[in-house]
Structure formats: C-alpha cells, structure tokens
C-alpha cells in the first residue's frame, strides 16, 4: 500500500543525498519538459514553411520577458519564505507568503497584460516589426500574453510554492502536463488539415496548456499542501513585502539582464557574418541541458535549506549544502569532460569549414565554463533559500552587465572572432570565486558553528 506524503521526513529525517535527488531530479525534469514544449512549438511552426511566421514568434518571445520577470519575483521570493516559515512551524506564515505570490501574481500579470492591450503599436516601434510578421506577432501576443499571460505565471508560481511544501514531483507535473497537451493540440491548432490558425494556434495551444498546468498545481495547492486561497488570512504588512520582493527580485532582474548581455554579443557576433552567429547560438543550445540539471540541484535544495535554517538544525543544513555542492561539482565535472570529447570528435569527422571550425571554439569555451557557472548557481540558490537577497541581486548585475559585456568587449579585441567564445567562461570564474566567498561569508555569519 502506497505511504501518504511525509514532507516533515524528507526535510528533516530522510538521508542527505536521497533528498537532494528526490528534490531535484523532478526540477530538472520540469526543465527538460521546457525544452520540449519549446522545440514543439519550433517543429510545428517550422511546418508551416513561413518566414513571417518563425519571425512572429522571435518578435513575441520578447514580450514573454515580462511575465517570467513576475515568475520569479513572486515564485523565487515566496517559496523562501514558505520554507522557511514552515521549519519555524509558522504554518500561517507560509500560507501567507503563498496567498501574495498567488494574488500579486494575478494582479501584476493583469497589469501588464493591459500594456499590450493599449499599447501594442509602441511594442512594434521597439522591436521593428512591421508588415504580415507585424500582424502575426499581434495574434500570437493577444493568446499569449494578453490571455494567456496570467495563467502563465500563476501556473510557474504555483510550482514555486508546491516545491516549497516538499512536492517537487508535483510541482514537475506543473510543467509535464502542459507539454503532453502542448504535443496534442499543437498540430491540432496550427497544421492546415485541421484548425489552420497557424502561428495563432501556437499561442493558444500554449494558453490553454497553461490553463490546464495552474488549474492541476491549484488543486495541488489547495488539497494536498494545506495552503490557502482565502484572502482575508492575508492581511498585507510592508514586512510581507519587504520578505518576499528583495528575495525574489534577483531571479527577475535576471531574466532582463540576460536580454541585455545577449543582445550585445549576438551583436559583436553578427559583424563576423552568419557562420559565428550560428556557431554561437547552437553553442548556446547544447550547454542548456548541463545548465539545467544544475540549476534543478539549485532550486531543489532551496526547500531543503530554508526549512533546515527555520527550524534552526543547522548541522543538517550545513551538511545538505556540502552534499549538494559535491553531487553537483561531480555532475557537471562529467558533462564537461563528456561535451568537449564529444564535441570535437564529431567536428573531426564534418568538413573542415569555417561554420564547424568556429563551431568547435565556440563548444570548447561554453563547455569549460560549464562548471562555474554551475557551482554560481548552487551558491546564490542556497543565499535566496536563507532569504538573502541582496547578495544575488548583486551577482545578477554584476555578472551580466558588467564583466560579461566587458569581457566581451576586451577578448573581441585581444582576439577577432573568437575571443567572445570565452567570454561567459571568464566571467563566471571570476563570479564563482565571488559568490563562494560570499556564501562562506554568510554561512559564517548566519548558520551558528557547532
């Protein structure tokens, strides 16, 4: 007979790495499924055989910035708050945390919703959109942004908080559910032989799919974790805020601080000609699954921690983190040696062309950087866990807009073409070496030593 769910076994009893793995593997399940979602909206679209229609969907990712900013700065900052809360057994504390992530996420999604609504023309002039791309962008953001960004976020939120609870193979079927059904209706909405909306059907299959995922984590949320819906327990103080928004506000900023650094390198890239830019961006593909299997292990742990530091058991805290850091050191160490090995044995055997010769600089660079950025996650996850704000905040500004775009500048210079291939790779040796004397710092200043 199958046991009931025991989190209170998993985040203080169950042995280290069972629970590590049992945190984390479903998060990097939930980012493959990502990837998944992703790549079957590109085949589909793809199908379709039309220009304006793949450069429709590049135009509308941009406005999808928004509302994974919201994901993060209500899902990020309240899940720490839950975790923690629920290791001091404030109960009631965690059901509020949860009660502001889910209404200020309604709220904020709205919101910005309805700048698209009115403000659609202003989008265009900004990204340089016009014509029948202009007219199919417009389509794809009214379903995916103006309907369907609320549930978006709602439905990340949610996962935030179902994972902050211990369920974490709930809060992966937040993100499986809706591939499956993205998989379905996909042709459904978009292939000629049936609806025929085209691009329009990618938006709204991903709408509903969305629907279907926060409807699934509020029942979840609701019956399974004890948390709450009703608003009259929430009773807003600034200190809610001020617990939730600087925690969850590095995860956002983040998202916007990456645009800025990719634009600029797809823009130093761009002036070698279409075979480095092409190089760059499949680089860049083939690094995300190492990316994301650390940054599962990041945000597993992150429940793990935060319940530990609340309940004030720091040896078994302190022990989760050094069990993480070497689970996923062990893991990307693997994925490093495996990827370059890989990588140029397949170049070795291609045409020798310029496209395969940048390409193996490129995959070379990504590749050895792997590792820091890896343990740079861990690192700022177990910071945000202890509601440490201020510190990834830091890190997110400083990695991406100032060393990254600096280092992209100085090795374009040193090295034509092929400097920027390590320029993510030196930046994030010099944060990998920031953020752990930081960490230790604060470990020593907030976990008490034996």
């Given at each position: 007979?199958?046991?009931?769910?025991?989190?209170?076994?998993?985040?203080?009893?169950?042995?280290?790495?069972?629970?590590?793995?049992?945190?984390?593997?479903?998060?990097?399940?939930?980012?493959?499924?990502?990837?998944?979602?992703?790549?079957?909206?590109?085949?589909?679209?793809t199908s379709l055989n039309s220009a304006a229609a793949l450069a429709a969907v590049g135009f509308a990712s941009s406005a999808l910035i928004g509302v994974n900013f919201v994901t993060n700065l209500f899902g990020g900052g309240s899940a720490s708050l839950i975790s923690r809360s629920e290791?001091?057994?404030?109960?009631?504390?965690?059901?509020?945390?949860?009660?502001?992530?889910?209404?200020?996420?309604?709220?904020?999604?709205?919101?910005?919703?309805?700048?698209?609504?009115?403000?659609?023309?202003?989008?265009?002039?900004?990204?340089?959109?016009?014509?029948?791309?202009?007219?199919?962008?417009?389509?794809?953001?009214?379903?995916?942004?103006?309907?369907?960004?609320?549930?978006?976020?709602?439905?990340?939120?949610?996962?935030?908080?179902?994972?902050?609870?211990?369920?974490?193979?709930?809060?992966?079927?937040?993100?499986?559910?809706?591939?499956?059904?993205?998989?379905?209706?996909?042709?459904?909405?978009?292939?000629?032989?049936?609806?025929?909306?085209?691009?329009?059907?990618?938006?709204?299959?991903?709408?509903?799919?969305?629907?279907?995922?926060?409807?699934?984590?509020?029942?979840?949320?609701?019956?399974?974790?004890?948390?709450?819906?009703?608003?009259?327990?929430?009773?807003?103080?600034?200190?809610?805020?001020?617990?939730?928004?600087?925690?969850?506000?590095?995860?956002?900023?983040?998202?916007?601080?990456?645009?800025?650094?990719?634009?600029?390198?797809?823009?130093?890239?761009?002036?070698?000609?279409?075979?480095?830019?092409?190089?760059?961006?499949?680089?860049?593909?083939?690094?995300?699954?190492?990316?994301?299997?650390?940054?599962?292990?990041?945000?597993?742990?992150?429940?793990?921690?935060?319940?530990?530091?609340?309940?004030?058991?720091?040896?078994?805290?302190?022990?989760?983190?050094?069990?993480?850091?070497?689970?996923?050191?062990?893991?990307?160490?693997?994925?490093?040696?495996?990827?370059?090995?890989?990588?140029?044995?397949?170049?070795?055997?291609?045409?020798?062309?310029?496209?395969?010769?940048?390409?193996?600089?490129?995959?070379?660079?990504?590749?050895?950087?792997?590792?820091?950025?890896?343990?740079?996650?861990?690192?700022?996850?177990?910071?945000?866990?202890?509601?440490?704000?201020?510190?990834?905040?830091?890190?997110?500004?400083?990695?991406?807009?100032?060393?990254?775009?600096?280092?992209?500048?100085?090795?374009?210079?040193?090295?034509?073409?092929?400097?920027?291939?390590?320029?993510?790779?030196?930046?994030?040796?010099?944060?990998?070496?920031?953020?752990?004397?930081?960490?230790?710092?604060?470990?020593?200043?907030?976990?008490?030593?034996?």
């Open positions: 007979m199958k046991q009931p769910f025991d989190k209170t076994y998993v985040f203080e009893k169950m042995p280290l790495r069972e629970a590590i793995i049992s945190q984390s593997v479903p998060c990097i399940m939930a980012f493959v499924s990502i990837i998944l979602f992703n790549l079957t909206d590109l085949f589909f679209v290791g001091k057994k404030d109960h009631l504390m965690a059901v509020r945390a949860g009660l502001f992530a889910v209404y200020g996420t309604v709220a904020i999604s709205i919101l910005y919703s309805l700048l698209f609504v009115f403000g659609i023309d202003i989008y265009f002039d900004i990204v340089s959109v016009s014509g029948e791309a202009a007219a199919l962008t417009e389509e794809y953001i009214f379903y995916a942004v103006i309907l369907g960004g609320m549930p978006s976020a709602l439905r990340i939120v949610f996962s935030f908080c179902l994972r902050a609870e211990g369920f974490a193979k709930e809060a992966r079927n937040s993100n499986i559910i809706p591939c499956i059904l993205n998989f379905i209706l996909d042709p459904l909405f978009i292939m000629p032989q049936f609806l025929d909306m085209g691009v329009a059907g990618a938006a709204l299959s991903t709408c509903l799919t969305n629907v279907a995922g926060c409807i699934y984590c509020a029942w979840v949320y609701k019956t399974k974790c004890g948390l709450s819906f009703d608003i009259r327990l929430l009773h807003f103080d600034f200190g809610l805020a001020k617990a939730i928004i600087p925690v969850g506000l590095p995860g956002g900023c983040q998202t916007l601080f990456n645009v800025v650094c990719t634009s600029y390198i797809y823009r130093v890239a761009a002036q070698y000609g279409n075979e480095v830019a092409a190089a760059m961006g499949i680089a860049s593909q083939l690094t995300m699954l190492p990316q994301y299997i650390s940054m599962g292990i990041s945000q597993g742990i992150v429940p793990l921690v935060g319940y530990n530091f609340g309940a004030k058991n720091f040896e078994r805290m302190r022990a989760i983190v050094k069990n993480a850091f070497i689970i996923d050191a062990s893991a990307m160490a693997v994925c490093t040696v495996l990827g370059i090995v890989i990588a140029n044995v397949y170049i070795a055997f291609q045409e020798p062309t310029e496209y395969y010769h940048c390409l193996q600089i490129f995959l070379n660079g990504s590749f050895i950087g792997i590792l820091f950025v890896t343990l740079d996650f861990l690192g700022i996850g177990v910071m945000t866990a202890l509601g440490k704000g201020k510190w990834p905040l830091t890190f997110a500004f400083f990695r991406k807009i100032v060393l990254e775009i600096a280092f992209i500048f100085f090795l374009n210079y040193l090295f034509p073409k092929y400097g920027i291939a390590f320029s993510q790779t030196a930046t994030e040796i010099v944060m990998c070496a920031a953020v752990l004397f930081t960490l230790r710092n604060v470990m020593v200043k907030e976990v008490p030593q034996r």
